[in-house]
């Protein structure tokens, strides 16, 4: 390294002179002296920078070594330009990156040294400005010019594996060359730049099974047949170096753990050829028997098994599920065992692998065979019933203790105990039959009714007399056929039309009928109309297929004539003994279009024989009743118009009346009015007839005469109680409208009062002070105007009588 970088220092100084002092030619010669001559010029007569001036200096990219360990500051290189005569009249200056704590300039020579050490990965390259100035004047001779200054890279950074160690994976059995896996090294240091980043890879650790490619760093396989079933794992060590792999080069290592991936290149293989299994014969059908396995040394979904039964002796009877988690298969029951009927059972068992690989194939096959014996074991059953369970029929007639029919049961076992019959009784059912116990006929122990009852399910129940607790179940399933007891009726009950203008023959009516009985294949009903009477309206035609139609015999049908008819219909079944009844349709006569659709069948069509519809008769109808409202409307208004008001009869005192109170007894005053009147108004009679009882023993006020004394006391009292105007009166101040006339209870009004009492004389009001003169003033107006109407009257009279 040292001697690289001795040759590097000697390139360097030879080609120093040519990087910062440019040849120049004749001309650039001449014109530099011209422009240092016109710079002097300038100068004198203070005129510098007016004209522009040609550079006459340049350089390319300067150099420095990275990691310099000298103790003075290393020399990068030289600025110069061709009006630098030597004469101290330039200065140099340097701006731009690291100015100052990285690299110096001398002012007056151009020399550029570097301060401290540089790294070239942290930083490759660094840019600059130079400018010559005027010593004196400090302004620039020439326009600022940039350059850079390159950091020379040395080899101070080994190869690195970012991602290491690795994981990689092949197939076993790969041929060689087969491709694992790919790592890549970096070299931090500069790869433009001699050898420093060009890596060359290596194998460590992992001959002879691995190689890798020097140059790309492809890992491949270097053995053949790598079984993994022999080993799964390998470690291999890479190492890269750099420097093209030449001594002094720098190196980095890595890791990569390469396992070997599973294929199907072992077939399974069973543990032992014979298995030997027992079971009960009371098992039930897909229970387990036993379990087998064969072993496969190849892992995952290479390792998975499939069993089978070969055909032959025992695959009917038993048949293997394949448990894919713990690779065994379970040999399971197919139908139910009996010990006296076969007491061993012997078949092959395959396994074989689910998934093949066809590369190894010419290996063998991939499958194996053993041997499985079962044995079944006696257990001690329940009786056993012949059938699964019975099916019975009786007529619902069968008369109590005839037998309907048998089941049997049997011991199976080797000791062929005796059974015994029973039925279960149920809480929730009628129990219609027995059984013998020893027998196990079963027999009508009560009345059958199949419209009751069509079925009946009867378990019974068989026991071993050895041993009691052993007992078996059936289901006996009686059905109950019917006898015909009912006659058939009408479905339903027919109400139809017919048409006035109906023809004959036509139909008017489908009918089908309904039998509670139950047919034993299939009901057949017949329709005629009753041969005692004939009908000379309707006839009934019977189709044959259990329906029958209501046609007509005649024409000319009047509803004014009959409304109404009522066609019997006798319907008998085919049973034995033959069952019949007689129903009846109803039909009515209406009024139809010609082509036979319905108009109306209601009254209107008796009134409106023309043909009038449901609708013009309402609107009909509708006018009268507004008719009718209008005439009453308007003999109420006349009769409103003939009624006084209060404010319009004779009895008018409102030019009079300027304030009134009338404050009555009280609850007490029995005398005043009697309150029932307003609310039945059959007391008036009594009222009346209390007035006139009052009128004929009270003395006529106009003979009567109050002393001056009570007068005195009357007003003392009525003016101490107008005082007090802040006390409530402790009688009841009763207020009562104008009711109208007509009115029942008559007018309650005090004003017109007079009339029930005209003998009362109220000249006395005079009496009781200047509060009551003018309600004094206006009844002796009143007896004014009443005294004139009399002799108007009077005086009407005599002049009638003279005229007469």
């Known amino acids: 390294m040292l001697m690289g970088n001795c040759l590097l220092l000697f390139l360097w100084c030879l080609l120093d002179k040519s990087f910062v002092s440019p040849l120049h030619s004749s001309s650039q010669s001449r014109m530099g002296k011209e422009q240092h001559r016109n710079l002097m010029a300038h100068r004198k007569h203070g005129m510098m920078g007016v004209h522009r001036v040609k550079r006459g200096w340049v350089w390319n990219q300067f150099f420095v070594l990275e990691e310099y360990m000298g103790s003075d500051p290393q020399y990068v290189g030289k600025l110069h330009s061709d009006l630098d005569k030597g004469a101290s009249m ?18 007056s020579t151009g020399d550029i040294h570097a301060l401290r050490s540089l790294d070239r990965e942290e930083k490759p390259y660094y840019t600059l400005r130079a400018q010559a100035v005027d010593v004196f004047t400090g302004r620039p001779l020439e326009p600022e010019s940039e350059f850079i200054i390159k950091v020379q890279d040395i080899n101070d950074n080994e190869p690195k594996f970012l991602e290491g160690p690795y994981s990689a994976s092949v197939p076993e059995m790969s041929p060689i060359g087969t491709c694992v896996t790919q790592i890549t090294a970096t070299d931090a240091d500069d790869p433009t730049y001699g050898n ?61 753990n390469i396992t070997l991936r599973d294929v199907n290149d072992n077939p399974p293989r069973f543990s032992k050829s014979i298995f030997h299994l027992r079971v009960l014969e009371s098992s039930s059908v897909g229970s387990s028997v036993g379990r087998v396995k064969a072993h496969d040394l190849d892992s995952g979904k290479n390792a998975e098994v499939e069993y089978s039964i070969v055909a032959g002796d025992g695959s009917s009877m038993f048949d293997i599920y394949s448990n894919t988690n713990t690779q ?57 019933f012949s059938r699964l369970s019975y099916s019975m029929e009786t007529y619902e007639d069968t008369p109590v203790g005839i037998i309907v029919g048998a089941i049997t049961a049997e011991d199976l076992d080797v000791g062929n105990s005796p059974v015994r019959y029973s039925i279960e009784w149920r809480k929730d059912s009628e129990n219609h039959f027995d059984v013998d116990p020893v027998e196990g006929t079963l027999s009508v122990s009560e009345a059958l009714d199949r419209e009751r009852n069509a079925e009946h399910n009867v378990t019974v129940v068989a026991t071993k007399v050895n041993n009691p607790l052993l007992s078996s179940k059936v289901t006996v399933t009686i059905k109950v056929l019917d006898v015909n007891e009912f006659p058939p009726e009408l479905a339903f009950i027919y109400e139809t039309f017919v048409c006035e203008n109906a023809k004959v023959g036509q139909v008017i009516q489908i009918i089908s009928a309904t039998d509670k009985d139950m047919p034993a294949v299939e009901h057949r009903f017949y329709f005629k109309s009753p041969s005692q009477t004939r009908n000379r309206n309707f006839t009934i035609r019977d189709y044959g297929n259990n329906t029958a139609g209501v046609a007509t015999r005649r024409g000319g049908f009047r509803r004014l004539e009959q409304s109404m008819y009522l066609v019997p219909v006798v319907v008998e079944d ?134 001056k004394e009570d007068s005195e006391d009357i007003r003392t009292y009525i003016h101490h109680c107008l005082l007090e105007n802040s006390t409530p009166p402790y009688d009841s101040l009763v207020t009562y409208a104008y009711e109208g006339e007509g009115s029942v209870a008559e007018s309650l009004s005090s004003i017109e009062s007079w009339v029930l009492e005209p003998k009362e004389d109220y000249r006395n009001l005079c009496d009781w002070g200047p509060r009551f003169k003018t309600l004094a003033g206006i009844f002796k107006e009143h007896e004014c105007k009443a005294t004139e109407k009399v002799e108007n009257e009077a005086h009407a009279e005599a002049l009638k009588d003279r005229l007469d």
Not at 90 to 107: D, H, N, Q
Not at 356 to 376: I, Q, Y
């Open 574 to 707: 085919s049973g034995y003994p033959i069952q019949s009844s007689t129903g009846t349709v109803s039909v009515r006569v209406c009024t139809c279009n010609t082509d036979g659709s319905l108009i109306s069948c209601n009254a209107e069509a008796v009134f409106f024989p023309m043909g009038l519809s449901t609708g013009a008769l309402m609107a009909i109808l509708l006018c009268i009743a507004i008719l009718l409202v209008m005439v009453v409307l308007y003999m109420g208004l006349r009769k409103h118009k003939k009624q006084d008001t209060l404010m319009s009869s004779s009895e008018d005192v409102r030019d009079n009346v300027i304030h009134y109170d009338d404050e009555g007894g009280g609850e007490e005053d029995t005398q005043a009015f009697d309150i029932g009147t307003l609310r039945n108004p059959k007391g008036i009679k009594e009222t009346a007839q209390l007035q006139k009882i009052r009128s004929e023993d009270e003395p006529d006020l106009a003979s009567a005469c109050v002393s």
């Open 328 to 384: 065994e298969g379970t040999v399971i029951l197919k139908k139910r065992l009996d010990y006296e009927t076969r007491k061993a059972y012997t078949f092959k068992v395959e396994a074989s692998n689910a998934v093949l690989d066809h590369r190894f194939l010419h290996l063998g096959p991939f499958k194996d065979t053993a041997t499985v014996k079962v044995n079944v074991l006696d257990v001690e059953e329940p009786p056993v």
């Open 196 to 256: 420093s980043a060009r890596i060359v890879y290596s194998i460590l650790h992992g001959q002879p099974y691995f190689s890798v490619d020097p140059k790309t760093g492809v890992i491949r396989v270097a053995l053949p047949n790598m079984d993994r079933e022999v080993k799964e794992m390998y470690q291999v060590a890479i190492q890269a170096k750099d420097m093209g792999g030449q001594l002094g080069g720098l190196a980095g290592t890595t890791t990569i």
């Open 90 to 107: 330039v200065k140099y200056t340097l701006s731009g990156e690291g100015v100052g704590s990285i690299f110096t300039i001398e002012p």
